[in-house]
Structure formats: C-alpha cells, structure tokens
C-alpha cells in the first residue's frame, strides 16, 4: 500500500521549533508515563510519535515526523487488517510534520460511513490516502541455518 496526498490536498502543517515548548500553558493529564493535552492526545517531544487508544477511540499525535514515518506506523496500525502489507510513503513530501488525528477503533476497516474509520480519519484530518500499489519493499532472507553448536 501507498500512502499519497489526497485529492483534497494535504492538511498538515510543516513542524516549527518552539523555543517556549518546556513553558506551555496547556493544561496535561498525566496517565501513567504518558502525558495527555486536554483533548486526550498524547504529548511528544521533536521526532517522536504515538498511538494511544482510550474507550474505543484512537488517537496518534507527532511532532516534527516525517510522512515515511507515519507510513511505518501506519503499517504496524494495519497489519492485521490488510493482510501484512507494507505501507511506503509515496508523498514525495520530505518535511517533518506537526500532526494528530483520532479515529474509532470498533469502526469496520472498510466502513464510509462519518469517517470514523481510520483510513477516513487520514483523509479527512490530514489530507492523505492509503491506495493499493505494487512498491519494492525490503526484506530479510535466510537461506540456511544450522543448529549451534554442531556435534564433531
């Protein structure tokens, strides 16, 4: 699978530095080690990203990613759904990216309904699709193995 900018155009916005990001005023919950905004989003810092599910929702939030890693996440998210397939980032963007959106887990994969699922949450909150696409893909190949260590 690819993921590529929808037909609507992208939805996000480039990834600024804050020098005041350790100052903020948002008000946080702290949930275990994760820290949650007043939205129920979880906090990162520059590069990181994360999944967090709470009653049926889910929630991911990034902070100076790159699309290529939201395609990794995006394949972890959609393993068991599609199959196994990979997902590559076919943006051709190469910026790092503020972004978050949430979907409803208990939505059906393949559901159009209100945009719940969470291929409609990427279109409708970030302005990205994930479309069948044959893509070269890296893999591992062992060839031969032997037990160790081997009797004489």
Known sequence: MALV?????LKLKEAVEDPDEK???????????????????????PGQSTFRFSGGIGHYAARACTLA????KLEIALYNS????????ATGLKGTYDFRFSWSRMADLNDSSDGATLLNALVTQLGLRLEQRRSPVKVLIVDHSERFPTEN
């Not at 949930?31 to 906090?43: R, Y």
């Not at 599609?82 to 980032?89: K, L, P, Q």
């Open 23 to 45: 100052n903020t005023n948002n008000p946080v919950l702290e949930v275990g080690l994760a820290k949650l905004d007043k939205d129920g989003f979880p906090i990162v810092g």
């Open 82 to 89: 599609s199959g196994g397939r990979a997902v590559v980032d």
């Open 69 to 72: 890693q939201l395609a990794e």
């Open 5 to 9: 900018v929808g037909k609507g155009g």
